[in-house]
Every structure is written in C-alpha cells, then in structure tokens.
C-alpha cells in the first residue's frame, strides 16, 4: 500500500498546477473522460514494466538496459534518465514557484519558494525512498482528505451542464487528443526506478496498475469538479484550476478563504515530488556510471535542477516547454526502450532454451 | 525543519504584509466619466473606529470613500493608493458596484481585471446601479442594521438570495455567463429611492409625516410598483434592493421589476421562499396571500423536432396560506384546491409573460438551453446551434403548480357573524 501511495503521491502535484488547462484545451467539457482514456492507451506500457520487473526484479531500469543493450548502453541510459528527472522537476518547480508567486507571495522571486523546496528535498533524498515513501505514508490521510474536502465543496458552485456536451470536441478528437496526451502520465517512469525497492511481483503489480489507476480516477475526480465550475469556453483560460476552485469555496461566513488550507497540501505533496525526482535523477546517474552510491550524486543533482528552473523565461514558456515539447519528445523514446528490452528479453530466453541441455549433448556423443 | 528554516530565511521582507499597513478596501464602485475615465470609489475600512464603537457607529464613522479618475480600472486602482497613508489592498472586497453606463457597454470592459488581479475573488458580489453613478450609492448608504460594511455587503447578498426580489450575482457566474455560449445573466439592481432621498437631512433620516408620504403614495399611477428605485416607501436606506438586468452576451439590455425577478428565480432554480399575493377572483378587490417555499426543481423539456421549437417548463412549489378573504368559507379540500388553481395559474401566467419578454429581445438567461447541451454530443454543433433564434420563436408551456401543504396556525378567517336580533 505505501507504494501505491507514493506513486499516487508522485503523480498528484501536477494536477494542482498547469495540467488541468491542458486537458480542458484538448477535452473541452469531456476534459474529465480523457485521464480514462490515457490510461487505456497506457495498458501495453504498464504491462512492458510489470513484466519486465518479473523477470529484473533487482535491478533498475538502467541496469536492466545495461544487461540487455550491453556495458555501453548504461551510461547512456543512465545520462538519458537522470537529464529527465532533472528537467522534469526543474521545470516543475518554475511551475510551482509562479503558482506560489499568484497566489500568495506576490512580490517574492522564485528561488524563495524553489530554494526551500530543492534543500529540504535534498534531506529527504538522502534519506532514500523508504523514508520518502514513509513520510508519505503519514502524511495521506491528511493529503486524501483535504483534496476530497476541496472537490466536495466544490460541488456547492458547481454548474453539472458545463460539462455536456460529454464527449466534449467529437469521440475520434477526444481519442486522438487523448493519445497525444498520453505523455502526461510519463511519469510512470518513476516505477522503473523504484524496481528494487519492491518487495515482491505484486506489489510491483499494485503500484503500476492501481496506483495509477488511482492517479487516473483522482484527476479525473479533479478535472469533473474543475469542469463542473468553469464552462468549456473558459475553462482553459484558468492559469490554476485547482487553486481557482479552491479559491471559489465559500460557505456561509466562516467557510471562505481555505485556498491556505490546501497549499499546504500542495507544498507537502511538491515536496514528496521533489524528494523522489532527486533521488531516481542521482540513482539512474549512479547506476548509468555503475557507482555504488547514489548520494554524492544528491547535492550536484539539485543544483542542475536550480539551474533548470531558471531556464524558461516565464511560466507560459515552462508550461509549454514541459507539456508540448519535451514529454512528447522523450515519451516515444522511453516507449522504444521498454519495447526493445522485453524483445531483447524475449530473444535471450528464447535463444536459452533452444541451447541443447548438457545432458543430451553427452547422450549424442 | 529544513523546510521551515528556510522558509524563514530565504523569504526576506518583501512579501510582509503588516495589516496596520493596509487599507482594506470593502467594496467599490466603478463609473464610466463623457470621456470613457473610469472613476473608481473604493470604501476603505476603518478598523479602530469599528473596534471602539462596535455596532455603534455608521458606516461613515467605521470606513472612509476614496475616489479616484483613471483611463483604466487598474490605473485608477493604483491611483487609491495616493490618497491614504496605508497601502490599498482588495483581499477583503466583497462587493463590486458598476454603473448603467457601464453594464451598457459590457460588463468585458471592466471584468477582466477582476479575474486576473490575485487579489480579487470570484466569489465578489456586483450589483447594478440604476439611475445615478454608482459612486452614489457609497456616499449615500444608510444601513438599518449592519453597521459593519463587509457584514453590510454579505447579508444583502443572503437577503437576495432568500428574498428572490432581487436576483445574486457573483464574479464567478457572470464571468462563467459571459464565456459561455446561448447564455444569458441577470445582475441584481441598486438604485436610489428619490421618495426616501427627500427624508435624508446630512447623516440622518427623518421619515415623512404620514399626510404628506400618503399624499405621495396616491399621487403615483402605480401604487404597488416593484421596478427599481420607483417603489413607493418611507424610511430604511436610501438604496431600494429590489429588480434586476438582464445582461445579454453581457451587455445590459433590460431591467426586470421585484416581481419578475422573483418569477425568474422559480425559472432558474434559484428560488428559496417569499410571500405572495394573488387576486382572488371568487372576491373582488381580494387576495390569498401565501408564502411559497422552493419544492421541485424547474423540469425543461426542448422539442426541437418541430418548428418553431417548442419548450415545456413545469415545477413546483409549496405554500402556506397566510391570508384569505374572509366570508369566503374556503378552509376545507375543495378550497385549497380552488386556491391552488388560482395561484398556479396566476404563477404561470406570470411566468409566461417574462419568457415572452425574453424571446421579445432575445434573452435566455433562465438557461432554457441546458436540455439541448446535454443531448448535444460535440462542443462543435452545440455552438453551431442557433438558440437565440430557436427561442426567439419557440412555443413555450410553463407550469407551475403550487401545493398548499399548510394552512396556517388559523382555520377559517374571522369575520363578524351577520345576525338580526329581530330574528
């Protein structure tokens, strides 16, 4: 159960910031259907890495893709993972620090809210997953329930018509959208990662499927209470949906104003983000290198994400650099790299066993 | 701990936000001057004076008006600033107050910096102000009870949503009716009452002797009048809470009266509770008077398979009687359900005249449309369709039932038993 919470965990922050607009551009008033469709089309991958921690349990994914590709390929690999872990959560902290800046510290510079983040972060990267995954663990009840407080006060604004008509811009659009937006989940390479910090098949099983399935139904939770609340024409124009509808909560005199309540969830679920990205970016480039230590790696690590966050010159740039450029460059790339290790993986079990056994080579001679 | 530590650190000062810095501004209101300057009226709340004379002072004691001219909204909001020692700030607004002038133009003139200021909240109350710059209204406002002005603008907006004489409006649905597509909205109107602005003396109110109110009431051709700022009326404030726009794409096209408004909350769904009179036509000269509370919501079925269209409304309501003409003997089954009759098809008919009103301009703010979105399959053809000219022609059928489930704490009405003591 820890881990599926963790991946839940993993993959939550994302909804709270620029997300939602993304599917709302794509879905219109079906915005809610497409994380259902997305996981359809994720079905052949997750089962790629369920079946590939069947038989690598041990290992990572860049040792794995160095006992299939050969020596030469880890490095690679590992440069190849660690610079998405790196990208990804440094752009994510740009995302999460203008969020920040909206909302509460108008006038503050981004390194005040990524700073704090990156170091505490780091302490928990340190720490390794276990303890991350225990925070967690801790911290769920307190995180579930807040988010399932905000969508059911939502609920009291919200307008169900919004989000007829249902299938929002025609079935082969949301289909075909949806497909392109596969990309938004990639973060399932996180499982991959995490593969030798599961116990056994079935927790590996329980955390790809209904982990995700759970992330799958939370947004989508999110999106219905999101598209509930703001029509189809204007829902993408909303620069944080979840934060906005957090801020739309008004019940009688003394229910108002409890957007504070849920940053603080939001903070502490960026934080648990932020702590995995830093320790699978330090694992997969300790692993690619064949290091024995993942934690030299930490401190370097955070520093490049810093340096990331930085990059784009506005949160518009981040957003669409993230979203439309970067996942859906490096998602086909990891999809190739599942696909070629359980063929590589299929050939060498099928070349075994058409190997002669010793027993019958000595009865031929 | 790491975090917190450097939360602390690495924040610095520039984000403090001292409330003894700050002039919270309660609400506002936004005019537009002959040459398009937007003039702002900000109502700043006074803390210490509120604090020492809790419910004892007005509201001119416990807040400040500050006005101030710019070519834009914000440009005026940044120029509050000049004109208090502390710095403004919008956290606390409750309530937005926008002129005719304005509303005319479209409420997208002014809106989109309330949706993008972090400051604002989409749960901002805005009224229409008719019949004088909104400004007005600030400088004029008199509340009966609510000295405090954020509790001021929060139980105007409970009594418009409970009274239904006036419909509530918050940034968030209007903004939402403004984007979205076939839909219309209604803005609840301010506007002053000249009837009790003549009783104002400075700070204080001084009603009419009762010869001279009654002398006007008479001298008026509508005597029970519920269209905004022509009610016939002594005392209270200076403000009649009472009517509605209807905002059409938001642009304000019409004004509807108390009644209409209380019509069309029944319409919308919105409607909670309120007391009604209907001319009893068994009595002439009489009413049943009764207080009908919301009961089934507002069933909307869209024929769209003939031409023109043909829309069938049906819903609800339940009634406690409250008056009854006297020698009518009416207390018994086959009363009520006389009653019944009568209110029913007096709301009915009430509410078919609004909706023709609406088709006459046309105006859909009952969001007649809802059926067909939701057999609509794609976004596409559901912006394709033409409802405004759908419903501009469409045969409509209301009905609304009313159910008498109570009679009171009184049975039959008393009256003077008619005897002859000759007999």
Same mark, same amino acid.
């Given at each position: ?65 160095? *006992? ?108 075909? *959208? ?39 139904? !939370? ?33 009688? *005199? ?42 030299? %790696? ?7 994400? %810093? ?59 | ?114 949706? *993008? %200021? ?18 007005? !209204? ?286």
């Amino acid at each position: 159960m820890e881990s599926f919470f963790l991946i839940a965990a993993y993959f939550s922050p994302a909804i709270f910031l620029g997300l939602p607009r993304l599917y709302a551009t794509d879905g219109g008033s079906a915005l809610w259907l497409m994380p259902f469709i997305i996981f359809l089309f994720l079905i052949p991958v997750l089962w790629m890495i369920v079946h590939l921690y069947k038989n690598y349990p041990d290992q990572s994914l860049v040792q794995i893709i160095g *006992r299939l590709w050969g020596p030469w390929a880890q490095p690679l690999a590992g440069l190849f993972f660690c610079v998405f872990f790196v990208i990804f959560t440094g752009l994510f902290l740009r995302q999460f620090s203008v969020m920040i800046n909206v909302s509460m510290l108008a006038t503050s510079q981004p390194s005040v809210t990524i700073l704090p983040l990156l170091l505490a972060g780091i302490i928990g990267a340190l720490q390794g997953p276990q303890i991350i995954s225990r925070t967690n663990w801790v911290l769920m009840p307190l995180n579930l329930g807040i988010f399932l407080i905000m969508i059911a006060a939502s609920l009291r604004t919200a307008t169900p018509v919004y989000i007829a008509p249902l299938l929002g811009p025609g079935i082969d659009l949301l289909l075909w *959208r949806s497909f392109l937006r596969t990309p938004t989940l990639l973060d399932i390479l996180i499982i991959p990662v995490l593969f030798p910090f599961f116990r056994q098949l079935s927790h590996c099983r329980m955390s790809t499927w209904y982990g995700l399935g759970f992330v799958v139904f !939370m947004y989508s939770l999110g999106l219905l209470a999101f598209g509930m609340n703001f029509p189809a024409e204007a829902s993408s124009d909303i620069a944080f949906p979840l934060f906005q509808l957090a801020r739309n909560i008004s019940i009688g *005199r003394f229910f108002q104003r409890l957007e504070v309540l849920f940053v603080v969830v939001w903070v502490i679920l960026s934080l648990l983000k932020v702590m995995l990205s830093l320790y699978a970016a330090a694992a997969c480039f300790s692993h690619g290198i064949g290091a024995p230590y993942y934690r030299p %790696y930490i401190w370097p690590m955070a520093v490049l994400i %810093y340096t990331v966050a930085f990059i784009p010159v506005n949160y518009l740039v981040a957003l669409h650099w993230e979203w439309n450029y970067l996942r859906n460059a490096m998602a086909p790339v990891f999809v190739l790299i599942l696909i070629s290790l359980i063929l590589l993986h299929w050939r060498k079990t099928k070349n075994k066993s058409e190997l002669p056994r010793e027993g019958e080579q000595l009865s031929a001679k | 701990m790491i975090l917190l530590i450097c939360a602390a650190v690495t924040g610095g000062c520039s984000d403090k936000s001292e409330l003894e810095q700050r002039a919270f501004v309660l609400d506002m209101a936004i005019d537009r001057g002959n040459q398009n300057e937007y003039i702002l009226t900000g109502r700043v709340g006074v803390p210490a004076a509120a604090s020492s004379k809790t419910h004892a002072g007005s509201p001119e004691e416990s807040s400040k008006v500050l006005t101030a001219v710019g070519r834009s909204v914000p440009e005026a909001l940044s120029l509050l600033n000049s004109q208090a020692e502390r710095r403004a700030s919008y956290v606390q607004c409750r309530s937005i107050l926008i002129s005719e002038a304005i509303a005319h133009d479209g409420l997208q003139t002014i809106i989109d910096t309330f949706n *993008r %200021y972090r400051e604002f909240r989409k749960t901002i109350a805005i009224s229409l102000i008719k019949g004088s710059p909104a400004r007005e !209204m600030l400088l004029l406002d008199m509340p009966i009870l609510e000295m405090g002005i954020a509790r001021l603008v929060e139980s105007i907006a409970d009594v418009e949503r409970e009274s239904n004489f006036a419909p509530y409006a918050n940034l968030l649905q209007l903004s939402n009716a403004l984007a979205a597509s076939h839909r219309d909205s209604l803005i609840p109107v301010i506007s002053i009452n000249p009837q009790v602005l003549e009783e104002k003396k400075g700070t204080m109110l001084r009603p009419k002797p009762s010869v001279d109110f009654i002398e006007s009431v008479e001298s008026t051709p509508n005597i029970v009048n519920t269209q905004p700022g022509e009610m016939n009326r002594s005392g209270g404030t200076p403000a009649d809470l009472i009517g509605a726009g209807v905002l059409v794409q938001g642009k304000l096209a019409v004004y509807l009266s108390g009644e209409e408004s209380r019509i069309a909350s029944i319409l919308r769904n919105t409607y909670q509770t309120g007391i009604w009179k209907f001319p009893d036509s068994r009595a002439p000269g009489k009413y049943v008077s009764v207080v009908l509370m919301h009961s089934t919501p507002m069933q909307i079925k869209v024929d769209t398979s003939v031409q023109p269209i043909r829309i069938q409304m049906a819903s609800e309501v339940e009634g406690v009687l409250m008056e009854v003409p006297a020698y009518l003997n009416t207390i018994n089954e086959a009363g009520l359900q006389e009653m019944e009759a009568l209110i029913s098809q007096s709301l009915s008919q009430q509410a078919l005249q609004l909706i023709e009103r609406m088709q006459s301009i046309p105006a859909d703010p009952f969001d007649l449309v809802r059926p067909l979105q939701w057999r609509t399959w794609t976004l596409s053809a559901f912006e394709r369709l033409p409802w405004r000219e759908m419903f501009q022609t469409a045969e409509v059928n209301v009905t609304i039932h009313a159910h008498l489930r109570r009679i009171g704490t009184h049975g039959e009405p008393v009256a003077p038993t008619v005897t002859f003591w000759g007999e």
